[in-house]
């Protein structure tokens, strides 16, 4: 059986990538954006007893840290990519 659930091997696969000295963020809310700071790692039985593991935030209050950054969110295709409006020229004293 294949599962769609990502493994702690596939993780921990992705994350061999990565700068180890990077702190490590969760990613929350596809509608309402925002970073939060991970705090625990618990590994337990789900109803049907096979093993997960939780990640979860802190709960100190500065857990959640903002919004996530909007390049992101494009990457995680939670919202497309943003671009500036064109500037229209600025309109001098005079009318001109």
Known sequence: M???EMTVADLIDLLSGCDQDAPVR???N???P???RLAQVVQSVDEAGRTVVYLA???DADAQLGHLPPEVAAELTWQGPVQALP???RRRVGGN
Do not use: L, N
């Open 2 to 4: 294949t599962s769609a």
């Open 87 to 89: 500037r229209r020229p």
């Open 30 to 32: 596809p509608f309402f």
């Open 26 to 28: 969760q990613a929350m």
């Open 34 to 36: 925002m970073a939060h």
């Open 57 to 59: 935030e802190g709960h």
